[in-house]
């Protein structure tokens, strides 16, 4: 089956910039999204089509797409961002319809 | 105001049955593909079924394949998922979701899962 691979975790100060990567084969073809999970809470999304940011989602949540990885960055983290992000995709196959990856816990320091 | 709220989570027996609700409002229900999501016990998220506007597409996850049933009655904006002959490994919180879909010269795109209910919590064990 399809699998999207995320870091574990990733840490950062206050104010500067955090990468969060999510590899997949199908990620070239496919696109991908992001979303925020903060404890006790459903999910939000932040990224959509790889780039887009919904409305009401800060300037500093930014996505890309190069190959078979996407990065979620946000830039001039705060310490409200502190929680799991979650991409998700699909390959179109018969076997995977929507796939999530496993999740990174972003931690501020 | 948008809103999802789910319901009909429990304590059930392995083997058992259980019948989740998720009630739409705010929004014309019959417009939008709905989804269920599972998460477990300190666990990442899984994505579980999903269930196209007149219920004409309808795709499951591989882990419950042909013991879970998605439904949905657009006169009711309601959203349904029928567990049957659960496993232990079925103990998640249940979110309902929304896709966003756009229609762009007149393909369907996709936008992500933007509206998401608070879950319900479903516990499978003797």
């Known amino acids: 089956s399809y699998e999207l691979t995320q870091p574990p975790s990733v840490s950062v100060s206050p104010g500067q910039t955090a990468r969060i990567t999510c590899s997949g084969d199908?990620?070239?073809?496919?696109?991908a999204y992001w979303y925020q999970q903060k404890p006790g809470q459903a999910p939000v999304l932040v990224i959509y089509?790889?780039?887009e940011r919904p409305s009401g989602i800060p300037e500093r949540f930014s996505g890309s797409s190069s190959g078979t990885t996407v990065t979620l960055t946000i830039s001039g983290v705060q310490a409200e961002d502190e929680a799991d992000y979650y991409c998700q995709s699909t390959d179109s196959s018969a076997t995977s319809y929507w796939v999530f990856g496993g999740g990174t816990k972003l931690t501020v320091l | 105001e948008v809103q999802l709220v789910e319901s009909g989570g429990g304590l059930v027996k392995p083997g058992g049955s259980l019948r989740l609700s998720c009630a739409a409002s705010g929004f014309t229900f019959s417009r939008y593909t709905m989804d269920w999501v599972r998460q477990a016990p300190g666990k990442g998220l899984e994505w579980v079924s999903s269930i196209s506007t007149s219920s004409s597409y309808i795709y499951y996850a591989d882990s419950v394949k042909g013991r879970f049933t998605i439904s949905r009655d657009n006169a009711k904006n309601s959203l349904y998922l029928q567990m049957n002959s659960l496993r232990a490994e079925d103990t998640a919180v249940y979110y309902c979701a929304r896709e966003w879909q756009v229609v762009v010269a007149a393909t369907i795109e996709y936008y992500g899962m933007d509206v998401w209910g608070q879950g319900t919590t479903v516990t499978v064990s003797s």
């Open positions: 089509k790889d780039s």
């Open positions: 199908a990620l070239p073809k496919q696109y």
